[in-house]
């Protein structure tokens, strides 16, 4: 597929994916296109002779068998007339909702979500029911919208009162036992995830007629403190007004809690103002939408937490560290805007990144300094020579240079990276204690310059020093990959910025949170004779609002955790020590002050389950960042180890059911894996067996019954 702009949008992009259409980015003059760039350039190169070329190059490229497709070009088209009003006009599965779901014949009987938070580590469980209450099989599908850091743990079917429950296999396992099911014209279903693209999880299933179908859904996630709060978001989109609903969250936190609240559901007008929700009846779900609730809830809270050293809690022979310390003073900023604008920013891109400049220049503190780059194909500095104070003239002399910004050209990332690095040494040339950040915008990829991306990554180490980059992937069309592992390597972190209404909102959102640094080269130690397989424990910035976290092992006989930090904050250098007993206890974690007393069970192995997820995230990142093929086998191999233990859904492993053999009970599962049958198991991005016969994956999909 040619690289042009309109072919890289994210309507262009979701048009695909809708229909199962794989999307690949071609280059000029490379086997693996289609032919008709070719075609096209070589038209380009021999104007004077263009009626004589394309008869016989379409005639080549028409009569070539391809590899994907095992046919040439014109039997393709012969085949195109049968095969477009399938490809074109997938039918989906109708949702078991609304006036679709009376249409349709399929009633969600029970819908119900309970979620218990333990010190900022979320348990959610989904459960549903769906029944047919036709003669005929329908199709009914279980959706569950996902947080982007959470991981699945379980998953399981139950019908005729059998339950089919999911296991988690390593990702080539997996893939081994669906090519062979391919193979013997079986239908063979899969759910795996993509590293960017976990937040949505559906199943679709054929129930017989008059039968009823559950699914039950859990997944685990660590609460992450932004701008003074954590965030729980709970999807609530059963599809229909339910009789039998519920939403119960309990929250257990062992400092205490200082604040919680329920904000309105998320793009509906039903308001909620208690912690544990009971059964909406059918009117009020009604008059929030004739399909029921389609929103989100969203809880936020925080907790007490007094001790500068935070939070240390330990539970069979494992530990975590909370580290959010209040009431320290701002360290002034050292902050340098890299702003793409290039010709893909033009229009409404750039007029939100000037309307979201304006506002984040207005909030500099005057104890902070600043500059601003603009970079395509020419670089820009607005102040030579280094950062300036941020004194109401400066930033009203700032806010005019931002309205005048147009954009146009290529896009020259590397540039722009070594521009900012030399405003980065004239800042170390200042005696004064401030923070060195470096944000950088950009919506595209590398298309002048140094377009290497191993090359940018060390011109970016060599230049930045001692700063952190904060990289902003403007729309589906940046290099989100490449800012990432810039990110990772220069004390950063990276983060989308998608192309909504919100885009101003979104990107002084992300300023807000790195706005206010209070410490620097933060250091949390722990002695090697009492800890082992301790997560990071060294961090470039602390941020107000946020907060550090720290998992390991505790040493078999180690009668206490001694925790050391180092600091620096905007004076001095801070050093602490504490010791903490190792001793478990079920005074480990309580319930919270709203008396909000849950089910304890599983609460106190939560410790045990947050090292996993934290180090099975910690080794993706690292498999991400490395460069060398055996440590990046390395890490994929410890990541796939923990994640079938601890039965977690992550980008090296996979989710296969496994069917029950016909002498044991219901709950019990054989080690004999089970293929869908015609179920479609997917995760955005996904893509499964809908077909009893090995023939490609975007084709017809015949349900199965259960």
Not at 15 to 37: E, F
Not at 177 to 199: F, M
Not at 339 to 348: F, H, L, Q, Y
Not at 582 to 589: D, I, L, M, Y
């Amino acid at each position: 597929m040619p690289i042009g702009r309109n072919f890289e949008g994210r309507v262009f992009g979701k048009s695909c994916k809708r229909p199962d259409i794989a999307k690949t980015r071609t280059k000029p003059h490379q086997p693996l296109s289609d032919g008709l760039v070719e075609l096209a350039i070589l038209v380009a190169h021999h104007q004077h002779a263009w009626v004589c070329h394309p008869p016989l190059v379409l005639w080549a490229n028409r009569t070539a068998v391809q590899e994907s497709t095992r046919c040439h070009v014109a039997c393709a088209n012969v085949c195109m007339g049968a095969m477009q009003p399938r490809v074109l006009g997938v039918r989906t599965a109708p949702r078991a909702g609304g006036n679709e779901g009376g249409r349709h014949g399929l009633k969600v009987t029970d819908f119900h979500i309970r979620c218990k938070v333990v010190s900022r580590y979320a348990f959610t469980t989904v459960t549903s029911s769906i029944w047919n209450q036709l003669s005929i099989t329908k199709e009914a599908a279980f959706e569950v919208n996902l947080p982007d850091s959470a991981f699945i743990s379980n998953f399981s079917i139950t019908s005729n009162n059998k339950t089919y429950t999911a296991q988690v296999t390593e990702r080539g396992v997996a893939k081994r036992i669906y090519d062979e099911a391919k193979r013997k014209g079986k239908a063979a279903g899969l759910v795996a995830t993509k590293e960017r693209e976990t937040e949505k999880f559906r199943v679709v299933v054929s129930i017989p007629p008059g039968a009823r179908t559950s699914f039950s859904l859990s997944y685990e996630e660590l609460l992450f403190r932004r701008l003074g709060h954590y965030e729980l978001t709970l999807g609530l989109r059963p599809t229909q007004p339910v009789q039998n609903f519920s939403l119960e969250v309990t929250v257990m936190e062992r400092t205490g809690i200082s604040f919680i609240k329920v904000l309105p559901l998320r793009t509906s007008r039903l308001m909620s103002s208690t912690v544990q929700g009971t059964s909406k009846i059918l009117v009020q779900q009604t008059s929030t939408s004739p399909k029921g609730l389609n929103g989100d809830f969203i809880l936020q809270y925080d907790v007490e937490l007094n001790d500068l050293m935070g939070d240390v809690q330990i539970h069979d022979g494992y530990f975590v560290h909370y580290f959010a310390p209040r009431k320290l003073p701002v360290v002034p900023k050292n902050v340098i805007f890299a702003i793409d604008v290039s010709g893909s920013m033009i229009g409404t891109k750039i007029k939100q990144t000037k309307q979201a400049m304006a506002t984040i220049l207005s909030e500099l503190r005057e104890d902070d300094f600043f500059n601003i780059i603009t970079f395509s194909d020419t670089i820009r500095i607005w102040k030579n020579g280094g950062t300036v104070k941020a004194i109401l003239s400066n930033v009203h002399d700032a806010q005019e240079f931002v309205k005048k910004i147009t954009a146009e050209g290529w896009t020259d990332i590397n540039s722009a990276l070594l521009s900012a690095g030399q405003l980065v040494k004239s800042m170390t040339q200042n005696s004064t204690r401030r923070i060195p950040l470096v944000i950088f915008l950009t919506d595209g990829e590398a298309t002048t310059g140094v377009t290497s991306s191993e090359m940018i990554l060390r011109n970016a180490r060599k230049a930045l020093g001692s700063a952190s980059l904060f990289g902003l992937a403007f729309g589906d069309d940046a290099d989100f990959a490449l800012l990432r592992r810039l990110a990772l390597e220069n004390r950063g972190v990276a983060r989308m910025v998608y192309e909504d209404s919100d885009a101003a909102l979104q990107l002084k959102g992300f300023y807000d949170e790195v706005a206010s640094p209070l410490l620097s080269d933060i250091q949390l130690s722990y002695l090697d004779d009492q800890a082992f397989d301790v997560t990071r424990s060294l961090f470039p910035n602390y941020f107000q609002g946020s907060e550090l976290v720290v998992t390991g092992r505790i040493k078999p006989g180690a009668q206490d955790l001694k925790v050391f930090l180092s600091a620096e904050d905007s004076k001095q250098i801070l050093k602490l020590e504490n010791i903490v007993p190792t001793f478990s206890s079920e005074s480990n974690v309580t319930a919270s002050p709203l008396g909000c007393q849950g089910d304890m069970n599983g609460a106190l192995s939560f410790v045990q389950r947050l090292w996993a997820y934290f180090t099975i995230k910690e080794l993706l990142r690292a498999k991400l960042n490395s460069t060398d093929p055996a440590a990046q086998r390395l890490l994929a191999e410890k990541a796939t180890n923990l994640s079938l233990k601890y039965n977690f859904v992550t980008p090296v492993t996979s989710l296969v059911v496994v069917k029950p053999d016909a002498n044991e009970g219901p709950k019990q599962c054989s080690g004999r894996p089970w293929h869908l049958n015609g179920a479609q198991l997917a995760l955005r991005g996904l893509k499964c067996a809908k077909k009893t016969s090995p023939t490609p994956l975007h084709h017809h999909h015949q349900p199965a019954q259960w």
